[in-house]
């Protein structure tokens, strides 16, 4: 059935800090999780000398740029890039509410993955608090096609992603990844899966600004002759879509609340999701706002429509 619902608002019981450097701007960077109250979502905050106390929310309305990673905020002026990895950390923790405080404009890589980000935030333990928790239901399909690349949300009770690559590159082919999104299954099927590329694109990333911070240490690589070159080979036989059902995490974790459905992509990326994403509530008619009701005596919790605004309100 893959019916994971909780009925109350949550966020972390304590501060907890990480260290780091930005894959893309190869900078140190720190950041600290704080809890917030219920209705605040996630929100990141700049701690560093300058302009300290400027924010953004997480949420899709925000996101400037999505090239090589999922940028909120002006790519010009204030910015948090390569968010995706900490958003799904929080989405697959069922983690409603946090402020994030950072002190640089991209989000630490740690080891490329998400798997850093829930050891810190088991370390500041989870909070229930006495807020009801609401969703977003898919009530009827969604699609969005771009080139051989699709993407599409659908009815679904639970949280379902359904992710699909086909790459040409012997390393990594055609993959297919399924799972329903529960803490448990997050933390053994995806959180460890890393971000990952290529040596023949490394000088053109380079010259373009990015990835100027990434290592062997953070990225899986694949050589020119197709193969890993990372020494420790792969966590996971099929690692590659696993880390791009990570990064669709991350990126749907930007809906403002929980969504109740399915999603599929086959070829998608940060631009797909972000767009895909936009076309669902852009389309009142697509989705509706619920909350768990009062629980049937041996059954789940009903779930109700509300007439409430989520965390915090997009802006399409």
């Not at 720190?30 to 109250?37: G, K, S, V």
């Not at 399924?178 to 000088?203: S, W």
Request: charged share 20%.
């Amino acid at each position: 059935m893959g019916t994971n619902l909780h009925d109350y608002q949550t966020t972390v019981k304590s501060c907890v800090t990480l260290s780091g450097i930005g894959v893309h701007n190869g900078k140190p960077v720190t950041i600290r999780f704080l809890p917030a109250d219920p209705d605040t979502g996630v929100v990141f905050v700049y701690s560093g000398e300058q302009g300290a106390g400027r924010q953004v929310p997480a949420l899709v309305s925000e996101v400037g740029a999505t090239a090589f990673c999922t940028v909120l905020g002006a790519p010009s002026g204030f910015h948090v890039a390569t968010v995706e990895h900490v958003m799904a950390a929080l989405f697959g923790l069922g983690i409603d509410n946090v402020v994030v405080e950072i002190d640089g404009n991209e989000v630490p890589v740690m080891d490329g993955s998400a798997a850093p980000f829930v050891d810190a935030l088991d370390q500041a333990g989870i909070e229930t608090l006495d807020a009801k928790r609401r969703y977003i239901r898919v009530v009827k399909p969604v699609r969005i096609d771009s080139g051989a690349s699709w993407a599409e949300f659908r009815p679904y009770r639970g949280t379902r992603f359904e992710i699909e690559i086909d790459f040409d590159s012997a390393a990594i082919g055609r993959q297919a990844f399924a799972t329903d999104i529960e803490p448990t299954a997050f933390r053994r099927d995806i959180a460890r899966a890393r971000t990952f590329g290529f040596m023949r694109d490394v000088e053109r990333l380079w010259a373009a600004g990015y990835a100027l911070g990434s290592s062997l240490e953070n990225s899986i690589v694949i050589g020119d002759d197709n193969r890993v070159i990372n020494m420790e080979g792969l966590r996971y036989v099929d690692e590659f879509v696993r880390h791009k059902t990570l990064d669709a995490m991350g990126d749907l974790a930007l809906a403002g609340a929980r969504f109740i459905g399915s999603f599929r992509s086959f070829r998608g990326g940060h631009r797909l999701n972000a767009a895909a994403l936009r076309h669902l509530l852009s389309d009142p008619t697509a989705f509706e706002i619920v909350e768990t009701g009062r629980r049937a005596r041996g059954r789940t919790a009903e779930l109700i429509a509300v007439n409430a605004p989520v965390y915090a309100p997009w802006v399409l």
